[in-house]
């Protein structure tokens, strides 16, 4: 457990500011325990990779929190990788949330993403602050960063937080969270590298050198792809859409096209200087392996 005030020592941060590319996997703490058995399966095809970092998302609301507290204490126990906890504002008081905070502490899990979290009543609803609880992300980072002992994350948007006043504005949102301590930043997922790139210039044109890495989702599913881009704000562009739509019924040449897609846009991310890749994986390992596999052939990660 990290004292308080102590700077954790493992830290892939660095590492986002080295000239290699880092890599990095995203899980989510599934509702049973028959998906975590797949989970752990998924997680230990992953592992000879030797990711940078892991991270496990914090359920929508709050929901399942113990799950992604245990996950990710089990990752820093028994793997040999190195967990990142999600932790959202949503639905809980600021003493609920010091509360996970010290547990994570407690579980050896030193690494966390602060983030608000998506209204309870789902992506698109009015957001509402718990009555004793914080309102955005930036509060949980200072709180973080008051507590000590952690290193901490936050998330990005390349189009623009669905409720964003512009996108200006949301880059000195970001700006103002590197400000309070947050060292890094993921994205959310998008399907244009000139997006991802555009958001980087305007934070660095406000004189701030944060780490973004983009997080990556191949479409394996159109459905399911166009839905999540859909309440995240992501735009599926014409570009995608022409190429996936003809064949949307085909699912093998879904999946086929949506993993050239993504492997496409890591070329072209890393081709630009993105310090790394997050690959949100839906706890499944085959498809990260895929263009895992294919970008190391070609000796980009
Ligand atoms: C990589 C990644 C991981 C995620 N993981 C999870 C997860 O584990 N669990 C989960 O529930 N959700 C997760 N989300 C979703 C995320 O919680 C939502 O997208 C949420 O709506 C925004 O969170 P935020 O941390 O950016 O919030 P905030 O930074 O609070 O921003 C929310 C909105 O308020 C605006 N804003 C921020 N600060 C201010 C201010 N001071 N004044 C005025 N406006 C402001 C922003 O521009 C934005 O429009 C993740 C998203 C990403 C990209």
Known sequence: ??????????????????PHPTYSFEFFPPKDDDGEAVLWRTLADLEPLEPTFVSVTYGAGGANQDRTISITERIARETSMHPVGHLTVVGQSRAEIEHVLKQYAAAGVTDVLALRGDPQGGPRAPWQTHPEGMTHAVELVELAARIGGFRVGVDAFPEGHPDAASLDHDAEVLVAKADAGAEYAITQLFFRASDYFSLV??????GSDLPIVPG????????????????SGAAMPAEVLEQIEPIQDDKTAVRAKGIELATQLCRDLLAGGAPGLHFMTLNRSKATREIFETLRSESLI
């Open 1 to 18: 457990m990290a004292l308080h005030g102590e700077t954790p020592t493992r830290s892939f941060v660095e590492a986002l500011r080295a």
């Open 201 to 206: 210039d305007r934070v660095r044109a406000l």
């Open 216 to 231: 990556i989702m191949p479409i394996l599913n159109f459905g399911q792809v166009a839905r999540m881009a859909e309440l």
